[in-house]
Structure formats: C-alpha cells, structure tokens
C-alpha cells in the first residue's frame, strides 16, 4: 500500500511517527511522512520519504501560549487580576486559529489523490480527513493522547479527576473547544475544494458515527483503555521514534558520563517555559543544592548551564542518554514522558501546557514520579528539594525499572502494521 502519514506540531509530535512509519516500512508498503520541512533530517536519516510542509506555525503558537501562562502568574495576578489574562487568552485562541488555518494549503498540496491510506495524527486529522474524504481516500487516525471522552478521566488538556460521569461532559467540552479552533481552516479547506462548508464538530459527529478507527500510541498500562469506548478506538502501545543509523554520542558527553556517577537530565524539550538565563540559574543552584550533576538539554528555550559538574547539550536521543541518568526533570510532552518511562529511571515532571499537567500527574500515580512540579511554581529550592527526594526514593526507582521492563514487552506499532494489513 501506499501510505502517507500526516503529523504537525513540535519534535514530540513527529518523533513517534518515525518509529511507526518505519514499522510500516518493513512491513513493505511504500510510507511517506508529511511534516513541518526542519524535521526532514529526522525523517529522512531513517531512510523515510518526506514530504515537507512549509508552513510551520508552531514556535509562535507555543509564544502565545507562554504569554498566557505568564499573564497568570500569581506575581503578575497581583497587579492585574483579570485583563492581562484575559486578553492573553484571546490572543491564544486567535493565534491558535491562524495557525491552524496556515496548514490548511500545504496539507492540501501535500496529500497524495493516489495514496492508498492516509494516518493523522490529532492536529492534523480535522484538517487531512476532510482532504483525504474528498479524494475519497481511507484514513486512520494515529493519536498520541486520548481523544475521545469517557467517565473513566478527564480529557487530557484539564487536570486529571477521578472517574465519575461529569468527565463526559468535560471531555465533550474540550473537543467542541478543539473544533472551534478550526472554524477558519475547515472554511478554507471546503472553499479550495470547491464543496459546501461543514464545520468541524459536525464532522467529528460524522467520524463517530461511522465508528473512525483511531489507534492510540501510548501504553495500555499507562493509560487503559476505558471501557466506555466505542468499537474502533485502541489502545496500541507506544510508537518509539526510530534512531539514525549515523548518530554517535558527543564526546563530551561520554566523557562527562564516565567521570563521575549518573547525573539528573533537565531538559523542557520544545517548550519555552520562562526566560532561559533565569531557568539555567535555577537548574544550576538546585543541582548544587542536591550535591548532583546534570546534563542540561537546550531545546527549543536556549537552555544554557556553566557550572560544576553541568554541562549543557544539544539534541540527543532520549533513548541513548536517559537510560544512563538517574533522573529526568521534564516537561511532561507525551513522547517525553514515554521516553522517560521507557528509560525506567524516574521522573520529575515540570509541566507547562495543554496536556502535560495530566501526563504528570499520571506519572505520579505510576509511582515513577514523587510528585509534579508546576513551572509556574519553579524555584531553586524546590528544584532541588524535589531532586532530592526523586534520586534517593528506592520505590520510585523500582516502579521505574519495572515500568521499563514491562513495556519493553509491548509491540505498540506493531499493531497499527497488522491493523493496516486487515485493509489491504
């Protein structure tokens, strides 16, 4: 078959795709990922087909969203209770809008008419499905969160509650918020394609009535799957991002491992949670504080540490370096926190956005975190104190180890392939 899978946001968003179209790849189907143009050297050094998407609205999406986090700040609610906010939050919703609405034509030049089956991710789905319908092409959505509400939790972008009947009503809440955000895309991608408008709700409505399969990359251990489901939605396992042939590991950091014992890796990924001079002197004092050393990832913030026993790193597989950590400070993405627990060593999650206070506070209940640290409350001394505690938890270090093993067990892109097998 012929496969195009369609993903768009940050590295935590196309990473897993790796993994799964190479799957897809072995299994001899012909697969090409459709993403954002600066993820081709990831795409490709795993000898995958790419077909890059110029648009790429995510940095300033994430900005926006760092301004609403600031604008909620207890320091900065103190001198401006509501309007900051408020005004920070509109300017979310609007920015969230456009960049929906800016995918709209590299995704239609993008999908292939003669493609056999196209696989969406969550961003990418309401926009592709109604592109691949068009061209009356089969689709399958590939999820890394859950999507669809149940009682059993609440939608991934609150908080987690306890089962009860109320997260029905919150996750149809969330989604009929997700639909909103791409009122103008659907109108563009209906006038381009010269068909009557249907807005995004209403075409959700439609993909659960005709029972749209979606496969979840994540593990059912972690998160199982809810009784409550209709037929068509699974939970597969974790799709894990396939590593380059040609990477070796930094010198450096080699020698920085073999020097002393295992140190914390503190690294936020994609997200940009706070000024980046002020974040690295919170990372460096608390590790001083701990009396641990640390290897420092840069990402997408400008992460940058000078200290003892630090040093600071560029883009490395989480699967090479985490393993040899005795911790991880993270920001709780979801391929972040699946890394994490692949590793088996534990976690202290510093969520920022959307869906990562609800990670975290699963990793919590996992027992392979003590607790999560939101990084709006982020200080040296509690960094410290919470480092403190993670590294010195014999249990967390066993629930960690054990998680590792038990996913190691799981084949999680195995059974999209044999899923996709069913179709040909």
């Known amino acids: 078959m012929r496969i195009q899978v369609v993903t768009v946001g940050s590295t935590g968003s196309v990473a897993p795709y790796t993994g799964l179209a190479h799957r897809l790849l072995a299994e001899g189907h012909t697969v090409e990922i459709v993403t954002h143009a600066k993820f081709a050297p990831m795409v490709t050094c795993c000898g995958l087909r790419m077909e890059p998407l110029e648009a790429d609205p995510f940095e300033s999406l994430i900005d926006a969203h760092s ?30 809008e456009q960049a929906m609405l800016s995918l709209v034509d590299a995704i239609l030049t993008a999908v292939d008419p003669k493609a056999d089956l196209v696989l969406l991710s969550t961003m990418a789905a309401p926009i592709g499905a ?144 706070g000024d980046p001079e002020e974040l690295g002197q919170i990372a460096a004092r608390a590790l001083r504080r701990a009396g641990l050393r640390g290897v420092v990832q840069s990402g997408w913030a400008g992460l940058s540490v000078v200290d003892d026993d630090v040093i600071t790193v560029d883009e490395i597989p989480h699967s090479w370096l985490m393993p040899r950590t005795a911790a991880v400070v993270h920001h709780a993405g979801a391929g972040t926190t699946a890394a994490g627990l692949r590793a088996g060593v ?31 409350e982020l200080t040296a001394a509690r960094l410290a104190d919470a480092l403190t505690r993670t590294t010195q938890d014999r249990a967390l270090s066993r629930n960690a180890a054990a998680a590792a093993v038990r996913l190691a067990r799981e084949d999680g892109a195995g059974a999209v392939a044999r899923a996709v097998a069913t179709l040909g």
């Open 67 to 96: 301004s609403l986090r600031s604008a909620g700040h207890p320091s900065n609610a103190r001198r401006s209770p509501r309007r900051p906010a408020l005004a920070s939050l509109r300017s979310l919703v609007r920015t969230t």
């Open 130 to 273: 109604a592109i691949a319908r068009h061209h009356r092409i089969p689709t399958m959505g590939v999820f890394l969160q859950p999507d669809v509400p149940t009682a059993e939790f609440a939608p991934c972008t609150t908080a987690w509650r306890r089962p009860g009947r109320a997260n029905l009503l919150r996750g149809h809440a969330a989604n009929a918020l997700f639909d909103t955000l791409y009122r103008s895309a659907h109108r563009a991608v209906h006038a381009r394609l010269g068909v009557d408008h249907r807005s995004a709700h209403r075409l959700r409505g439609v993909r659960e009535r005709e029972q749209w399969p979606i496969w979840h990359g994540y593990s059912p251990w972690v998160v199982p799957r809810p009784a409550d489901w209709r037929p068509g939605l699974h939970v597969a396992g974790y799709w894990w991002p396939h590593e380059c042939p040609n990477w070796q590991p930094p010198t450096l950091v080699e020698d920085f491992l073999a020097a002393g014992p295992p140190p914390v890796l503190i690294g936020f990924g994609s997200m940009m949670p």
């Open 346 to 376: 534990p976690a202290l999650p510093v969520p920022v956005m959307t869906d990562q206070p609800w990670w975290a506070a699963r990793l919590v209940q996992l027992g392979v975190s003590a607790e999560a640290l939101p990084c709006t």
